[in-house]
């Protein structure tokens, strides 16, 4: 970092900083503009790293002199702001910011629908950003081909971006608008899809052979965490599974459940 650096003040009018805050705090904005905001060194070179495009980049004092070089490295062309520590504790949204920000372009959307022989999972209207991206990042490390999403809390939240680890930018990634165009193209691919399910008389996970049983490939449906899948949903599955549970318990964390499930479907 140069010697000469203006650093900007709390209450000092500036667009990218303000650009920042709207991005963080309304998903309207970031749907207009097809932006977000990210925060944390190592989410933005995971970012860049994945070819995603970086408008700017704002770092306090401490973050320049830390993590300057290496994203000043990774993003030699991207315009640097510098941040009084008062102004980047005030737009952060985390208790322990590191004084690293940054704009960035939406990826353009996928429109993959499952192809034969693939594994993967559908999260129906799934409301916590938080468990979206812990299922982004559980998806990405047991191997999913893919994750598929219906009416579900904005992929850009910062709470999703946050928890998915950079596994958002590196997973393949659908938002299914048509659920009877996504049943017959599973259908036409011979993808089998199974209905997680609060039930015990479906069959149990873990009696059920995905590679047996699967041989055409599997889609899992999670649904939503307070409701779960839809009555007409789970019945337009090829068959339904559920996760045996104390007889005390009749729920099970939605994030924790397609984990479950994306385990077995590895294992395979």
Request: overall charge neutral; aromatic content about 6%; charged content about 20%.
């Amino acid at each position: 970092m140069q010697q000469m650096v203006e650093f900007l003040q709390t209450g000092t009018k500036n667009k990218t900083v303000a650009a920042f805050r709207h991005l963080n705090r309304s998903r309207n904005y970031r749907e207009k503009t097809r932006c977000f905001a990210m925060e944390g060194a190592r989410l933005i070179l995971d970012a860049l790293s994945s070819g995603v495009r970086v408008q700017a980049l704002l770092l306090n004092a401490h973050a320049a002199e830390q993590y300057g070089d290496a994203l000043r490295g990774a993003a030699p062309q991207v315009r640097t702001l510098y941040l009084a520590d008062a102004l980047a504790a005030e737009i952060s949204d985390t208790e322990h910011a590191q004084g690293v920000f940054a704009l960035a372009e939406m990826p353009p959307e996928r429109e993959t629908m499952p192809q034969s022989g693939s594994f993967g999972m559908m999260l129906h209207q799934v409301q916590d950003p938080s468990n979206l991206g812990a299922v982004l990042r559980t998806a990405e490390a047991l191997r999913a081909d893919g994750l598929y999403l219906y009416q579900c809390v904005d992929l850009y939240n910062p709470k999703t971006i946050r928890s998915s680890m950079g596994a958002m930018f590196r997973l393949p990634l659908t938002r299914v608008r048509d659920m009877d165009a996504f049943f017959s193209a599973c259908q036409a691919a011979g993808v089998t899809t199974c209905a997680a399910v609060v039930d015990r008389d479906a069959e149990q996970l873990g009696s059920f052979s995905f590679a047996e049983r699967c041989k055409g490939g599997a889609c899992v449906l999670i649904g939503n965490e307070g409701n779960g899948l839809p009555g007409a949903v789970s019945a337009a599955c090829d068959c339904k599974m559920t996760i045996p549970m104390s007889p005390d318990s009749n729920s099970l964390n939605a994030a924790m459940a397609a984990g479950l499930f994306l385990w077995e479907m590895a294992r395979r």
